[in-house]
């Protein structure tokens, strides 16, 4: 990475396929109107239906590079 300064926004992805899904879904859409250079995970949990996992949501933390 070069020297930049960046701005933290605060998302949440979900998935009913898997984790991974989630992060990538959230990151795509952050990444649509914005320059997005890193990602952090912070709390990862689910939802259950009916005694089965219904869906997987993921708390991000992505790092927007803000034009100088």
Same mark, same amino acid.
């Given at each position: 990475?070069?020297? %930049?300064v960046f701005r933290k926004l605060e998302i949440v992805g979900t998935s009913t396929l898997s984790i991974e899904d989630a992060i990538? !879904?959230?990151? %795509?859409?952050?990444?649509t109107d914005?320059?997005?250079?890193?990602?952090?995970?912070?709390?990862?949990?689910?939802?259950? !239906?009916?005694?089965?996992?219904?869906q997987y949501q993921v708390v991000l933390k992505v790092g927007v590079r803000v034009k100088a």
């Amino acid at each position: 990475m070069t020297d %930049a300064v960046f701005r933290k926004l605060e998302i949440v992805g979900t998935s009913t396929l898997s984790i991974e899904d989630a992060i990538a !879904r959230a990151v %795509a859409s952050a990444a649509t109107d914005n320059a997005v250079d890193w990602f952090e995970v912070l709390e990862t949990r689910g939802a259950v !239906r009916d005694g089965n996992i219904h869906q997987y949501q993921v708390v991000l933390k992505v790092g927007v590079r803000v034009k100088a």
